[in-house]
């Protein structure tokens, strides 16, 4: 018998953890995936998004485990704009100052457009966590930019350079020799693209070093991708670039029709048992919200065709809130993150209340749950197991 075929349409960490559990439970996986979304601009922080929420199971730390980008656990951060903060854990490139507390730790003045370490030490030194812990940040010049133009280009592009070995080594030689008298180092978000470049950097030192949050597009969401698309290599899932039109039943089968507006492929469509739809919420134009300014219609839809309902606390999610359509001045902004695709607990798509067999929701593309990279992988592990065959 041969391996059922499932595809996953989005790349985000929801569509990872599916495409992971899929490809261990013995799937022929298709992953398809056009532009950026949410995991790609991620800060580097992982939250769980519901208080007191329960540690993930076996399957999350494993998938955190096989990805080898995240460490998960109770981590302190400190953002690039001087608050720190609780996470459910962090990129491993990130500093975590919980077992700095009450240490002295050096911020790294680089002279970069983007990074004001002046304003960043005083602010981290007045936060409650400093205060109560004893713990003190200090202002230490490093001379990281070798030309003009790195005061300008974006973190991106700046951690992308300490990637190479040479220029690696020559920045931990700066920590060495100006950090003396310290007990770690807190730089902006430099630290490479890929997920090893902070753990030889800290071999090559004699103190913790780490990264602040990063900034939207920056060195997070690209060691993220790295560490994806390393992920899908050794597992063998299959990637497909390219924008979804339309998803569609066909017997007993799932079809996934590609946009006709988009760049041309060797295929039109995919055929598969089942798909997982990771496709994002709002904020990754996983679900667009519409304005018809000749009828003052507004209302959320997916940018694909696809036969699932939309939902916004409990409601349909295409229209309510007034007469003329979802409402953001009654509902608030906190409306953007709520709706989503309706789903059961499973992850199984719902349209009208009726379950469809074979189609599965995950991350933030599900209606009313939180928006956060701890409930993007359960959720598209729970989506995933879903999708494999019963039995």
């Given at each position: 018998m041969s391996a059922p075929h499932v595809v996953v349409v989005g790349a985000g960490v929801a569509g990872t953890a599916a495409a992971w559990v899929l490809a261990r439970g013995g799937a022929r996986v298709s992953v398809i995936h056009d532009r950026a979304g949410s995991s790609a601009l991620a800060s580097g922080a992982v939250d769980a998004g519901v208080a007191g929420a329960n540690e993930p199971d076996a399957d999350a730390r494993a998938f955190t485990d096989a990805l080898g980008l995240w460490k998960l656990g109770k981590t302190t951060l400190a953002t690039r704009e001087g608050v720190v903060r609780e996470a459910f854990g962090a990129d491993r490139a990130l500093l975590?100052?919980?077992?700095?507390?009450?240490?002295?730790?050096?911020?790294?003045?680089?002279?970069?457009?983007?990074w004001d370490a002046p304003l960043l030490v005083p602010a981290l030194s007045a936060s409650p966590w400093a205060e109560r812990s004893g713990t003190r940040f200090s202002l230490v010049a490093v001379s990281a930019l070798r030309r003009g133009h790195e005061r300008r280009i974006t973190s991106h592009d700046f951690a992308r350079l300490h990637d190479d070995p040479e220029r690696l080594d020559a920045l931990a030689k700066l920590l060495e020799e100006a950090g003396r008298g310290?007990?770690?180092?807190?730089?902006?978000?430099?630290?490479?693209?890929v997920t090893d470049t902070a753990s030889r950097l800290r071999r090559a030192t004699s103190r913790p070093v780490g990264e602040t949050t990063s900034f939207v597009g920056g060195a997070a969401g690209a060691r993220f991708e790295n560490a994806r698309d390393a992920l899908f290599a050794a597992r063998s899932i299959e990637t497909v670039r390219g924008r979804v039109g339309a998803i569609a039943a066909r017997g007993e089968s799932?079809?996934?029709?590609?946009?006709?507006?988009?760049?041309?492929?060797?295929?039109?469509?995919?055929?598969?048992?089942?798909?997982?739809?990771?496709?994002?919420?709002?904020?990754?134009?996983?679900?667009?919200?519409?304005?018809?300014?000749?009828?003052?219609?507004?209302?959320?839809?997916?940018?694909?065709?696809?036969?699932?309902?939309?939902?916004?606390?409990?409601?349909?999610?295409?229209?309510?809130?007034?007469?003329?359509?979802?409402?953001?001045?009654?509902?608030?902004?906190g409306v953007l993150e709520r709706v989503g695709i309706d789903a059961n607990v499973s992850g199984t798509a719902r349209c009208a209340g009726e379950t469809l067999k074979g189609l599965y929701v995950a991350g933030d593309a599900v209606a009313a749950r939180p928006r956060t990279a701890l409930e993007a992988i359960e959720s598209g592990i729970r989506a995933g197991r879903g999708a494999l065959p019963k039995g």
């Open positions: 975590d100052l919980e077992p700095l507390a009450g240490k002295h730790i050096a911020v790294a003045d680089v002279p970069r457009d983007d310290h007990d770690a180092w807190l730089t902006g978000p430099w630290l490479g693209t799932w079809v996934v029709r590609f946009d006709a507006s988009g760049d041309r492929r060797e295929r039109d469509e995919i055929e598969a048992a089942a798909v997982v739809m990771a496709t994002g919420g709002v904020a990754a134009g996983g679900i667009a919200f519409v304005w018809d300014p000749e009828h003052g219609a507004r209302g959320f839809r997916l940018p694909f065709d696809a036969p699932v309902g939309l939902a916004l606390d409990g409601e349909p999610g295409d229209g309510g809130g007034s007469l003329y359509g979802a409402s953001l001045e009654l509902g608030g902004l």
